[in-house]
C-alpha cells in the first residue's frame, strides 16, 4: 500500500503514514517494506504481542477512528 493509501484509510495525513512507518523500519533495523516483512515472519506470534516493555507494545496502532467499539 501507498503512504497516500494508509493515510486516507486511517484518515491521517500522508506525512504522519511517513514518519509511523520510518520509525516501524528503524525498531526492525531495515530499509525497506520488503525487508521489514522478511524480518517479521521471522518472529513467532509470541515475539510479536509482547506486554509493554517489548518490541509490539510500540507497534500499536493509536488512531481508534476506523475500528468497531468492541476491537478497541
Do not use: W
Not at 27 to 49: C, G, H, M, P, W
Amino acid at each position: 500500500m501507498l503512504n497516500k493509501q494508509i493515510a486516507y484509510e486511517l484518515q491521517v495525513g500522508e506525512t504522519t503514514v511517513k514518519a509511523h512507518v520510518s520509525e516501524i523500519l528503524r525498531k526492525l533495523n531495515v530499509y525497506s517494506r520488503t525487508q521489514a516483512v522478511i524480518e517479521v515472519s521471522k518472529l513467532d506470534n509470541a515475539e510479536l504481542f509482547r506486554d509493554q516493555a517489548g518490541f509490539g507494545a510500540d507497534l500499536k496502532v493509536h488512531c481508534h477512528r476506523n475500528l468497531p467499539p468492541s476491537a478497541r
